[in-house]
């Protein structure tokens, strides 16, 4: 059983108005052709799909997407996009869930793998993207850094957005490597709506160590997706690790 915490049907059903931004095709442009390049002819597999946000629109540029989900909410919204034939989606955890073939490239964007909550769970699923690799195949992650530079002494609480529909701040458990997501949203009506999920948040060089115990080597890190270089600034990272030929 994974820790991961479950997305409900109310979550689901308005997440894609609450991303359009980061589905805009502005944002997920470079996205795409990054993780593209990377599948080149073969197959890609996406860990924690959700709505389809990446993978619907990967698939429509011509890469064959296999998903895996643990919502069957989410991935019910992702069903009235792509049917199971153009994209199969398999409900189940990225752990330890296991979907027919091999891939050129599994990938796990938008800070997911923090969802486990558990070194050891996010040392499996590293296992996992290294079970369903082929020989020279790809696994890439997308993880933002943890905000600590901006903790002063005594001070548990990070914002990330303060705007007019959203009040955001991250509060940190240093010891135990835990941090949680704290949201305030503006409704339509005018009301605030408060939401939180808990996450591990893990550095750079803890995931490279968790690559090497599955068998991948790291083969670049950078930025953002248009490959800018990543710097000890840089408030998140993109990293390819590669599994031996």
């Not at 059983?1 to 095709?25: N, P």
């Not at 629109?57 to 895996?68: A, D, F, Q, S, T």
């Not at 590293?126 to 997308?142: D, M, S, T």
């Amino acid at each position: 059983m994974t820790s991961s915490e479950l997305w409900t049907r109310e979550t689901a059903d308005r997440y894609d108005a609450e991303e359009a931004e980061a589905s805009s095709a502005a944002v997920l442009g470079p996205t795409l052709a990054f993780l593209a390049e990377l599948a080149g002819d073969g197959r890609a597999l996406e860990f924690a799909i959700g709505t389809g946000r990446v993978g619907v629109p990967l698939r429509e540029r011509g890469v064959p997407v296999v998903g895996i989900e643990l919502s069957e909410h989410m991935a019910a919204v992702l069903r009235r996009k792509a049917d199971e034939e153009t994209l199969p989606v398999t409900v189940g955890d990225m752990a330890t869930t296991v979907v027919p073939g091999e891939f050129s490239l599994v990938y796990l964007v938008y800070n997911t793998i923090t969802n486990l909550l558990t070194q050891d769970e996010q040392v499996e699923c590293f296992r996992n993207a290294a079970r369903h690799l082929e020989p020279g195949g790809r696994f890439v992650i997308e993880l933002g850094v943890p905000r600590l530079r901006f903790l002063p002494p005594g001070q548990v609480a990070v914002p990330f957005d303060v705007s007019e529909q959203h009040l955001g701040f991250d509060t940190f458990d240093l010891l135990e490597q835990m941090l949680v997501s704290h949201h305030f949203t503006r409704d339509d009506d005018g009301r605030y709506r408060r939401e939180n999920s808990r996450h591990r948040y893990a550095w750079p060089a803890e995931l490279d160590l968790m690559a090497r115990i599955a068998g991948l080597e790291l083969e670049r890190r950078v930025a953002d997706w248009d490959g800018a270089p990543f710097t000890q600034d840089s408030a998140k990272h993109i990293s390819v690790w590669r599994k031996p030929a």
